[in-house]
C-alpha cells in the first residue's frame, strides 16, 4: 500500500486512528476512521468508512483488552484483513518533544530515547504515545514512522511566555512552559485561513474545551501563548485535572496529608476538575443535565475560568480579533459558548444565538467587535500531513 498514512492517536485509555489515502498533490483522504476506547474497561472498536458507513462496532468482554499492547494486537488484526500491505509511513501523536523538538521527526532508536527520557512530564500520556512506536518498530523495523508533538507548535514563544519566575538553572534544565495540543491549534490556525484569512493574519485566542482543555493566543498563524506549561496540569480546568492551582497546596498535599508522589499525582490527574468541583462527573454532558449545585459550581468555575484566561490571552498579545471554540465541548456545548460569550460581552463579543445553537462557522453577529467561530478540530489530518510532507521532502 504504497499511498496510504495510518495516523496512530494513543491516548490513555484509547486509541483514535485513520487511514488517509495520499495524492499526487500532497491531497489527503480518509478511508477509515476508527476508535478503540475503553481500554482496560470495557473496550469497543469502531471504524467506518471515509463515507462514514459503519466497519465495525464490536464490544469486546470485560477484561478482553487489558492494555494498549492488547489493543494494538486487535487493531492490527483488524486492519490486516482491510489492507493489502503495510501503509507508507504511520503518524503518530507524541505529547512531550521537550525542548528539543520544534516540528515532527522521523524516530529512530535515538529518538526514542530522548522521547523516553520525556516521561515523567507527562506520565499519563507519553508512555501510551511510544507504546504504538515500539510495537510497529518490532514488526516492520523499515516502515517510517513519524513523531507529531503537541508542544510543538507553541517552540519560539517570547521569553516571558516561556518561564517561570524561578532560576535560570532550571529553565536550562527544561522546567519551562512548553504548551499542548499544539496539532490542534495548528490545525486550527491553518483552517482559519481559508475560512476568515484576515482574521487568521490578526490576533486570535483558540479554546481547545475538550477532557483536555487549554487555550491558546495566536498571532498571524503563530503561537504567543498558552495557559498549559510544564505539564499537562496546568491553566484551565479539566475533566479531571484541576488546571492553574497554587503551588503550595502540593507541597501542604505532602507535608500535612503525608500524600505520596503517586497519590498526589493521582489525585491531580484523575480526581481533580469537573469530577472533583461536581462530585458527580467529568463529563459535560452530564453537568449540563444535572440540577445538583456541585454541577451548577463545576460549570460556573469552568467559564469564568475561560473568559478569564481569554481576557489574559488577549492582554498578552495587547489586543485580540477573534475567538475560537473546537475540541468537544467548544464545539457542541452551546451553553458553554453562550456563557463565555456572555462573560466577554464587555469586551465587545456579541453572539448570533441562532448561529450558535447551529454550532458551526461564525456565531458572531456582524457587528461583534470580536469574530467568534466554531470550528471542528481534526489532529489526525494534521499529523498526516506532516507525515506525508516529512517523507516528500526526505
Ligand atoms: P479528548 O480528546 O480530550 O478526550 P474531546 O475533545 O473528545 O476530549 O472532548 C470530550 C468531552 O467533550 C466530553 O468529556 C464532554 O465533556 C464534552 N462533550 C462532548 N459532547 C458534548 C455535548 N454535546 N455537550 C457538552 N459537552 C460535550
Known amino acids: 500500500m504504497a499511498d496510504t498514512i495510518l495516523v496512530v492517536n494513543a491516548g490513555s485509555s484509547s486509541i483514535k486512528f485513520q487511514l488517509f489515502a495520499a495524492g499526487s498533490e500532497n491531497d489527503l483522504t480518509a478511508t477509515i476512521i476508527g476508535q478503540l476506547d475503553g481500554i482496560g474497561t470495557h473496550a469497543r472498536l469502531r471504524g467506518k468508512d471515509g463515507g462514514g458507513e459503519v466497519l465495525i462496532d464490536h464490544a469486546f468482554a470485560a477484561g478482553e483488552m487489558a492494555d494498549i ?15 493489502t500491505g503495510p501503509p507508507m509511513a504511520v503518524g503518530h501523536r507524541v505529547v512531550h518533544g521537550g525542548p528539543i523538538y520544534s516540528r515532527p521527526t522521523v524516530v529512530t532508536d535515538a529518538v526514542l530515547e530522548t522521547l523516553d527520557r520525556l516521561v515523567p512530564l507527562a506520565p499519563l500520556h507519553q508512555p501510551n504515545n511510544l507504546t504504538p512506536i515500539r510495537a510497529i518498530r518490532v514488526e516492520y523495523p523499515d516502515l517510517p514512522q513519524v513523531a507529531c508533538f503537541d508542544t510543538a507548535f507553541h517552540r519560539g514563544q517570547s521569553p516571558v511566555a516561556e518561564r ?57 498563524g503563530r503561537s504567543v501563548e498558552s495557559t498549559m506549561g510544564f505539564t499537562a496540569l496546568d491553566g484551565l480546568p479539566m475533566g479531571t485535572r484541576p488546571g492553574q492551582l497554587d503551588p503550595g497546596v502540593v507541597l501542604y498535599l505532602a507535608a500535612n496529608k503525608n500524600m505520596s508522589d503517586q497519590a498526589i499525582e493521582h489525585l491531580l490527574y484523575h480526581e481533580c476538575g469537573l469530577k472533583g468541583l461536581s462530585g458527580i462527573s467529568n463529563d459535560m454532558r452530564d453537568l449540563e443535565k444535572s440540577d445538583a449545585s456541585g ?9 469564568h475560568r475561560v473568559a478569564r484566561e481569554f481576557a489574559a ?44 445553537a447551529e454550532g458551526c462557522g461564525r456565531i458572531s453577529t456582524a457587528r461583534s467587535r470580536i469574530a467568534v467561530y466554531v470550528m471542528p478540530t481534526n489532529e489526525e489530518l494534521m499529523i498526516a500531513r506532516h507525515t506525508l510532507d516529512l517523507l516528500r521532502r526526505q
Not at 69 to 83: I, N, V
Not at 177 to 183: E, S, V
Not at 314 to 324: P, R
Open 69 to 83: 499492547p492488547s489493543a494494538l494486537r486487535q487493531l492490527r488484526l483488524w486492519l490486516a484483513e482491510r489492507l
Open 164 to 220: 517561570f519566575a524561578i532560576p535560570e538553572a532550571l529553565f536550562e534544565e527544561g522546567v519551562r512552559r512548553y504548551g499542548f495540543h499544539g496539532l490542534s491549534y495548528e490545525y486550527i490556525a491553518r483552517s482559519l485561513r481559508d475560512i476568515d484569512p484576515e482574521l487568521a493574519a490578526g490576533k486570535v485566542v483558540v479554546g481547545h474545551l475538550g477532557s483536555g482543555a487549554s487555550m491558546c493566543a495566536i498571532q498571524d
Open 295 to 303: 454541577a451548577k459550581l463545576a460549570i460556573d468555575y469552568f467559564v
Open 313 to 356: 490571552l488577549a492582554t498578552g498579545m495587547a489586543g485580540v480579533d477573534g475567538l475560537v471554540f473546537t475540541a468537544g465541548i467548544g464545539e457542541n456545548s452551546s451553553l458553554i459558548r453562550a456563557r463565555v460569550c456572555e462573560r466577554l460581552a464587555w469586551l465587545g463579543v456579541e453572539l448570533d444565538a441562532s448561529a450558535n
